[in-house]
């Protein structure tokens, strides 16, 4: 058996030599050590996005002012917004990238290990620095996460520090994508040919593709911000010929393709979870591949949709409507192929399967939404509602969040060598799934009756349905306290993993024993191996 | 079961991973310069 050569090359040798105390941690250039820093930090932003979260809705669970200032209200929902999708969201991709590329194409490490350590130890400096800005004279960024000027010009002292974080972020993200991009076009074991590869690489390599695109535009855009602020440019300043206009175009040739980094390791997740626990292949595994790639070619030309109210020429309204309403049909190519996977397998319903099956439902609620919204005389109604704040975390939440809590439920026995407690990790599903749509399913109903985002107070009509959200979201919030104590749980207690945890798993990190060794693949996969692991 | 890579295999492969770093690292500032100097152009209208 592989996992038995490896565990005699690796377990009994090279295991020891892993280092310790914490130049283990500061010092990591192991995938592995690299992956848990990511998860561990993307735990702690969560929660720090979660209690603004909490604050927000604390403030919107009746009309009028009753906990915050409005200047503060709307720093925490451009904090919310950039903790959680640049702390929380990204960085658990690249957590569970770190983790898992390496052992699924039979890698003994990211190609780049120095710069794997640099990417991540750039991240804890960022978001001090942006959590920072609440302490300063003026308060943090207010503008949304958008940053649209000339709103975000007016940021008193905290401008150039939020300037000089999503900077940070952005390099961070772009160094991991190009390690991603290098591991994976490099150091893949003899055999596992580009269309061997499991989904969630796929995903991954398609996810840094589109990074290295777009994150620089967005750290042009915020250079250009900031020379505006300071050098007196006058890029997106009306008065002196520039357009600010021109800062929504290119913050959504960013903010776009951004969505889709958000959610596209999302879609390799669960089609590794769905025919784990089907126990059947991928349905249509190619057209998978191809699916995912057309999401991401798309993406990069659809971002006027998010402007429709701006005003643009009709042929512009007709082509950014029409490709987004392409996005469809790839889209419904992936949900048809999950669901043709499960159809006459022999399912069971371990919590990363319900987790997937929760994301099939509810991220396609949020798929239909963005079809209304994309549709440009509704659009003009929905614009800046609740409506858009309910579908962008129904993709977000139920979608990329219960993603990485199925892949987390999923590979935490091949990490620690132990399984979690089932009947606390369905607790923790049933809760989460209840709680979800009790906080965003009522915000359709609030949007499409006019009440706008991004605001601290509202008219007397909108009060219930704003009561319900706020229940949502405070028992959504108390009921993830339960996930880092089910994992506190498994690594204390939790009863010896096989190497195989999952009977129906496939892939190259179930030939290796649990937990993975320090060290693994160091000599390649034979292609023998690769072949079992790759039978989709 | 375990296949061997060659040593020279393994430092043609460190070569390229290095050349395909530098050539995403190019193509990202490409963007970001590419960027700034369209909305330059564009400002100058």
Redesign the interface.
Known sequence: MAHDSQAVAHGDTHDEHKPHGWRRWIFATNHKDIGTMYLIFSGLMFFIGGVMAMIIRAELFKPGLQFVDPQFFNSMTTMHALFMLFGAVMPAWTGLANWQIPLQIGAPDMALPRLNNFSFWILPFAFTLLFCTLFVPGGGPASGWTMYPPLMLQTSEAFPMSIFAVHLMGASSILGSINVIVTIMNMRAPGMTLLRMPLFVWSWLITAYLLIAVMPVLAGAVTMLLTDHFFQTTFFTAAGGGDPVMYQHIFWFFGHPEVYILILPAFGIISEIIPTFARKPIFGYEAMVYAIASIAFLSFIVWAHHMFTVGMPLAGQLFFMLSTMLIAIPTGVKVFNWSATMWKGSLTFETPMLFAISFLFLFTIGGFSGLMLAIVPADYQYHDTYFVVAHFHYVIVPGAVFSILAAVYYWLPKWTGKMYDERLGKTHFWLSTIFVNVLFFPQHFLGLAGMPRRIPDYATQFTDWNMVSSIGAFGFGLSQILFPYIIWKCVKSGEPAPARAWEGAKGLEWELPSPAPHHTWEVPPSPEVVARGAEH | ?????PADEIEE?RR??KR??VL??L??????????IL??L????
């Not at chain 2, 079961?1 to 890579?5: C, G, I, R």
């Not at chain 2, 564009?42 to 209208?45: A, D, E, F, K, V």
């Open positions: 079961m375990s296949a061997q890579v492969r390229r991973a395909a770093a995403l690292a193509v990202a500032a490409a963007f970001y310069f590419g960027f700034i909305t330059y564009r400002s100058q209208h």
